[in-house]
């Protein structure tokens, strides 16, 4: 039996008591409760040629504090508008937004393969990874976007963020993501911790060069 598509106002499924999965008829507002944990819908931030995107706890309905214990950035269909490399970046904020230069160490590794089958790697990106650095880190590998740039380039994927607002220890974080790069699928893989004790209260995302030129990037919060 084939299932098409189904169409919702709103949807309650609930397996056993006390463990229901629900969806609110906006499409980025999922909310879903499951064996007592849930994740919530915060923001959405649209860029649009956009220099920044940040989300900063307390500021138009952001919440980035001891709420939750883990938080989830998806990021759908960033288009960067540089001319030649690009790569999508974030740092951390632990004064409100004022200063994004928290110290980081990281690792860092890409899998690609072309359309024509010719060429399979899995590769440690040395040039991504971050040891003690105060820089903003690299959520994709290089990607080389001609003078005007095609409209089907672009960035999906997941950022995790751990108990943020800890001010016993240091914020573990891990990303995963697809870019499509001219022929290529490369699959970016990051991990690390922010080497501070102090909360992290506000994230950045920007690009090396350029504007982030489309796309959405949403916030839930986990329980």
């Given at each position: 039996?084939?299932l098409?598509?189904?169409?919702?106002?709103?949807?309650n499924?609930?397996?056993?008591?006390?463990?229901?999965?629900s969806?609110d008829?906006d499409?980025?507002?999922?909310?879903?409760?499951?064996?007592?944990?849930?994740?919530?819908?915060i923001k959405?931030?649209t860029?649009s040629?956009?220099?920044?995107l940040s989300?900063?706890?307390?500021s138009?309905?952001v919440?980035?504090?001891?709420t939750y214990?883990?938080?989830?950035?998806?990021?759908?269909?960033?288009h960067?508008?540089p001319t030649?490399?690009?790569h999508?970046?974030?740092n951390?904020s632990?004064?409100t937004?004022?200063?994004?230069?928290?110290?980081?160490?990281?690792?860092?590794?890409?899998?690609r393969?072309?359309e024509?089958?010719?060429?399979?790697a899995?590769t440690?990106?040395?040039?991504?990874?971050?040891?003690q650095?105060?820089?903003f880190?690299?959520l994709t590998?290089?990607v080389?976007?001609?003078?005007?740039?095609?409209?089907?380039?672009?960035?999906?994927?997941?950022?995790?963020?751990?108990?943020?607002?800890?001010t016993?220890?240091v914020?573990?974080f891990?990303?995963?993501?697809?870019?499509?790069a001219s022929?290529?699928a490369v699959n970016?893989?990051v991990?690390?911790?922010a080497?501070?004790?102090?909360a992290?209260?506000a994230?950045?995302?920007k690009m090396t060069?350029?504007?982030?030129?489309?796309?959405?990037?949403?916030l839930?919060?986990i329980?």
């Amino acid at each position: 039996m084939a299932l098409n598509k189904l169409k919702y106002n709103s949807l309650n499924v609930t397996p056993v008591a006390n463990k229901a999965i629900s969806f609110d008829s906006d499409p980025d507002a999922l909310e879903a409760t499951l064996s007592g944990g849930s994740m919530t819908f915060i923001k959405k931030l649209t860029a649009s040629s956009s220099s920044t995107l940040s989300f900063v706890d307390g500021s138009s309905d952001v919440v980035l504090d001891s709420t939750y214990k883990e938080y989830m950035f998806i990021f759908k269909n960033i288009h960067p508008n540089p001319t030649g490399n690009a790569h999508v970046l974030f740092n951390f904020s632990a004064d409100t937004g004022s200063n994004y230069n928290v110290t980081k160490t990281t690792s860092a590794f890409h899998a690609r393969h072309d359309e024509g089958n010719s060429d399979t790697a899995l590769t440690y990106d040395t040039a991504a990874d971050l040891t003690q650095s105060t820089d903003f880190q690299q959520l994709t590998s290089e990607v080389t976007f001609p003078a005007s740039p095609n409209n089907d380039e672009h960035y999906s994927g997941y950022l995790h963020l751990f108990n943020p607002s800890s001010t016993t220890f240091v914020k573990h974080f891990i990303s995963t993501g697809l870019h499509y790069a001219s022929t290529y699928a490369v699959n970016d893989f990051v991990a690390g911790y922010a080497n501070t004790t102090s909360a992290i209260d506000a994230i950045q995302f920007k690009m090396t060069s350029g504007n982030i030129d489309a796309g959405d990037i949403c916030l839930y919060g986990i329980l």
